[in-house]
């Protein structure tokens, strides 16, 4: 993959990111450094509470 074909990407971890989720977030950003990239981590929202 060429990184003019990645525009932005999300990643979306339920708890906090390991040290290894954040190594390979890290290398993600530097292998593509021109993409956007969007990480949401930590559980902070259940959309399942009260139903």
Not at 23 to 37: D, L, N, R, S
């Amino acid at each position: 993959m060429k990184s003019k074909d990645i525009k932005e990407i999300f990643m979306l971890s339920e708890r906090a990111m390991c040290e290894s989720c954040r190594g390979v977030a890290k290398q993600f950003i530097e292998k593509y450094p021109k993409a956007k990239v969007n990480i949401v981590s930590g559980k902070t929202f259940d959309g399942r509470r009260g139903r």
